[in-house]
């Protein structure tokens, strides 16, 4: 199914194409008449067919699969044929399959043992705590059953499920974070749902979904940041001035359009499409998108641009809206086109030494009289290693001639756009490796890369890049921990899955060793270290939910079978929870 049926498909229109080849008679009829004409060629029409030869030649060189297309085509060659032989490609590694398995069993097991139902999981202290004191909402239960679901764990399935009917409750006097609680806990339902049809899931995940929906009651119907999910209430951030983050509004839509979808209830739909059109009224000229937004007025608020916190997901669900309506709202990918364009034109830049393409956060500053200008910092964070897959993705959809492409696609299936989309993927997912190349082998939070005018020396990582205030004998700067997160593992899922490149799965396998060695805790769990590049490890008690709903997940389908959840029939949110690609009876009302 995955890749199969991306492949499938791929193999279908090469069918398709060498069945246009067997009208090979007509061509060589053609062919006899071209002699036969060209015995009357005069010097000057000699001049242009040598010019055009010329072009011709000159745009071969540029993309041989202009020639070489057409020739596989007609001789049969497989698509993917000199990537790898077809008959081993995107089979299951089986022995790292089942090892990333065993370390979510070490990593639930422990917390079921230590802290079942609670939100958070401590594993040193070997404790769990709630975000709110008002009592647990399932975060760490609800954001881990669809991983159990797709690695067979049935008896841990099991308990999960009786705590989910028995003990889960939304009636909560406390305000939660809308974008939190929507892609971890009504993602994970939604999912859960999918896989089981246990109505269960649908009735808890509408019963949240009601409780959430006050937020968008706001002027613009931007939602607020928060919700009290037991008083059914928005309730904006106390920090901020109440202003919202432009990826927490817009990272809300796969969930609540899905959900709508499943119970032909538009409400949730309209409130989320809603968000969308306040965004696109807003837009910067730029494509790019300030990190905060004013609930009342639906307007950008000046403010930092990035693809990192507060900004991240916003480039994603752009692309993943497009995808999951099966490509049938040209408006999502419109903004999306527009947004990549802006972050090529604004945000991506090379390092200085070893050319690693990275992406950078432009800053505003107001000078005395008022004049804004924009400072270009060359600050990454963890967050933005998604993007490396995105854009992949979204080159192989958004950016592609017409579909299916091949695995890998070739050049001269992508649209200019996409040629440069797919470049700049491949790219950062190399970026993202390279600052792998720390002590523990683990990247940090946030790398900051060398520009002309910096004046760093003596960095413990004489590379392109560093870890901005990290001092040997000094306490670690925040930028120098890794908590966990899945970003890299994420694009190198996609990766693997778009061109079968046995390295995507070697550089998986190098990230996972490296937390099985430094963040697992031997009497159960996985905890975050507070410096990459200081061994021995010291941890931080804390194991984020998102290593058993993304981290694992995304690990456990490098190394699984491509049948499993193929990229042409699910897109995945924000927090990894897969929901099929629906084709839905509506589409953008804007
Ligand atoms: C997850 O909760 C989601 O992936 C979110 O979009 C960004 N951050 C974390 C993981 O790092």
């Given at each position: 199914?995955?890749?199969?049926?991306?492949?499938?498909?791929?193999?279908?229109?090469?069918?398709?194409?060498?069945?246009?080849?067997?009208?090979?008679?007509?061509?060589?009829?053609?062919?006899?008449?071209?002699?036969?004409?060209?015995?009357?060629?005069?010097?000057?029409?000699?001049?242009?067919?040598?010019?055009?030869?010329?072009?011709?030649?000159?745009?071969?060189?540029?993309?041989?699969?202009?020639?070489?297309?057409?020739?596989?085509?007609?001789?049969?060659?497989?698509?993917?044929?000199?990537?790898?032989?077809?008959?081993?490609?995107?089979?299951?590694?089986?022995?790292?399959?089942?090892?990333?398995?065993?370390?979510?069993?070490?990593?639930?097991?422990?917390?079921?043992?230590?802290?079942?139902?609670?939100?958070?999981?401590?594993?040193?202290?070997?404790?769990?705590?709630?975000?709110?004191?008002?009592?647990?909402?399932?975060?760490?239960?609800?954001?881990?059953?669809?991983?159990?679901?797709?690695?067979?764990?049935?008896?841990?399935?099991?308990?999960?499920?009786?705590?989910?009917?028995?003990?889960?409750?939304?009636?909560?006097?406390?305000n939660f974070n809308t974008f939190e609680t929507t892609i971890r806990?009504l993602g994970?339902?939604?999912?859960?749902?999918?896989?089981?049809?246990?109505?269960?899931?649908?009735?808890?995940?509408?019963?949240?979904a009601?409780?959430i929906m006050p937020a968008f009651e706001t002027p613009s119907g931007l939602p607020t940041s928060n919700v009290n999910?037991?008083?059914?209430k928005g309730v904006p951030a106390q920090d901020n001035k109440g202003l919202v983050s432009t990826a927490e509004v817009s990272t809300l839509q796969l969930e609540f359009r899905?959900?709508?979808?499943?119970?032909?209830?538009?409400?949730y739909w309209d409130a989320a499409e809603n968000v969308m059109r306040v965004i696109k009224g807003a837009s910067l000229t730029t494509g790019l998108a300030s990190i905060f937004m004013n609930p009342t007025d639906g307007r950008f608020v000046l403010s930092p641009i990035r693809l990192g916190s507060r900004g991240d997901s916003y480039y994603e669900y752009l692309l993943k809206q497009y995808?999951?309506?099966?490509?049938?709202e040209?408006v999502y990918q419109d903004m999306y086109n527009g947004a990549i364009d802006g972050v090529?034109a604004h945000l991506?830049?090379?390092?200085?030494?070893?050319?690693?393409?990275?992406t950078s956060e432009l800053i505003p500053e107001k000078?005395?009289?008022g004049?804004i200008s924009w400072r270009?910092v060359?600050k990454?964070d963890?967050l933005v290693?998604f993007f490396?897959?995105s854009?992949?993705?979204?080159?192989?959809?958004?950016?592609?001639?017409?579909?299916?492409?091949?695995?890998?696609?070739?050049?001269?299936?992508?649209?200019?756009?996409?040629?440069?989309?797919?470049?700049?993927?491949?790219?950062?997912?190399?970026?993202?490796?390279?600052?792998?190349?720390?002590?523990?082998?683990?990247?940090?939070?946030?790398?900051?890369?060398?520009?002309?005018?910096?004046?760093?020396?003596?960095?413990?990582?004489?590379?392109?890049?560093?870890?901005?205030?990290?001092?040997?004998?000094?306490?670690?700067?925040?930028?120098?921990?890794?908590?966990?997160?899945?970003?890299?593992?994420?694009?190198?899922?996609?990766?693997?899955?778009?061109?079968?490149?046995?390295?995507?799965?070697?550089?998986?396998?190098?990230?996972?060793?490296?937390?099985?060695?430094?963040?697992?805790?031997?009497?159960?769990?996985?905890?975050?270290?507070?410096?990459?590049?200081?061994?021995?490890?010291?941890?931080?008690?804390?194991?984020?939910?998102?290593?058993?709903?993304?981290?694992?997940?995304?690990?456990?389908?490098?190394?699984?079978?491509?049948?499993?959840?193929?990229?042409?029939?699910?897109?995945?949110n924000t927090e990894?929870?897969?929901?099929?690609?629906?084709?839905?009876?509506?589409?953008a009302a804007f």
């Amino acid at each position: 199914m995955a890749e199969d049926g991306l492949r499938k498909r791929g193999r279908a229109v090469g069918a398709k194409e060498k069945a246009e080849g067997k009208k090979a008679p007509t061509l060589d009829q053609g062919k006899g008449t071209a002699v036969a004409a060209s015995a009357s060629l005069s010097k000057g029409t000699t001049l242009l067919v040598a010019v055009l030869f010329s072009v011709f030649a000159v745009f071969v060189y540029q993309d041989p699969s202009l020639v070489l297309d057409p020739i596989n085509d007609f001789f049969g060659f497989e698509e993917n044929a000199g990537i790898l032989p077809p008959s081993t490609t995107f089979v299951a590694d089986i022995a790292k399959r089942d090892a990333v398995i065993n370390a979510f069993k070490h990593a639930w097991l422990a917390y079921e043992r230590d802290a079942m139902g609670d939100d958070e999981y401590h594993p040193i202290s070997q404790k769990g705590t709630n975000l709110t004191a008002a009592g647990g909402i399932g975060y760490t239960v609800i954001d881990s059953i669809d991983t159990m679901l797709l690695m067979g764990l049935q008896d841990e399935y099991a308990r999960a499920r009786k705590w989910v009917e028995t003990k889960m409750s939304f009636d909560r006097d406390a305000n939660f974070n809308t974008f939190e609680t929507t892609i971890r806990v009504l993602g994970g339902l939604l999912s859960a749902y999918h896989f089981t049809k246990d109505e269960l899931y649908l009735e808890k995940a509408k019963e949240l979904a009601d409780r959430i929906m006050p937020a968008f009651e706001t002027p613009s119907g931007l939602p607020t940041s928060n919700v009290n999910l037991g008083q059914r209430k928005g309730v904006p951030a106390q920090d901020n001035k109440g202003l919202v983050s432009t990826a927490e509004v817009s990272t809300l839509q796969l969930e609540f359009r899905y959900l709508s979808y499943l119970t032909d209830n538009d409400a949730y739909w309209d409130a989320a499409e809603n968000v969308m059109r306040v965004i696109k009224g807003a837009s910067l000229t730029t494509g790019l998108a300030s990190i905060f937004m004013n609930p009342t007025d639906g307007r950008f608020v000046l403010s930092p641009i990035r693809l990192g916190s507060r900004g991240d997901s916003y480039y994603e669900y752009l692309l993943k809206q497009y995808l999951q309506t099966n490509l049938t709202e040209p408006v999502y990918q419109d903004m999306y086109n527009g947004a990549i364009d802006g972050v090529h034109a604004h945000l991506i830049r090379k390092s200085e030494l070893a050319k690693l393409t990275y992406t950078s956060e432009l800053i505003p500053e107001k000078d005395r009289s008022g004049q804004i200008s924009w400072r270009l910092v060359p600050k990454q964070d963890h967050l933005v290693c998604f993007f490396g897959g995105s854009l992949m993705l979204g080159a192989v959809t958004s950016g592609a001639q017409s579909l299916p492409v091949s695995v890998p696609p070739r050049p001269s299936q992508l649209t200019s756009t996409g040629k440069r989309d797919w470049q700049t993927g491949v790219d950062l997912i190399e970026t993202c490796m390279r600052t792998h190349d720390t002590a523990t082998g683990l990247s940090p939070e946030i790398a900051h890369f060398r520009i002309p005018s910096d004046k760093v020396v003596g960095s413990s990582i004489p590379q392109d890049w560093y870890i901005k205030g990290a001092k040997p004998g000094a306490p670690a700067p925040y930028d120098a921990r890794y908590i966990l997160r899945p970003e890299t593992v994420e694009s190198l899922f996609i990766a693997y899955r778009l061109t079968g490149d046995e390295k995507y799965r070697q550089y998986g396998w190098n990230i996972f060793k490296a937390i099985e060695t430094h963040c697992k805790i031997e009497t159960g769990g996985y905890a975050s270290i507070i410096n990459v590049d200081a061994v021995p490890v010291e941890h931080e008690d804390k194991m984020e939910t998102f290593l058993m709903s993304e981290t694992l997940k995304y690990l456990y389908l490098l190394f699984e079978d491509n049948s499993v959840l193929p990229l042409s029939e699910y897109v995945f949110n924000t927090e990894a929870h897969p929901f099929p690609i629906i084709n839905p009876s509506r589409h953008a009302a804007f």
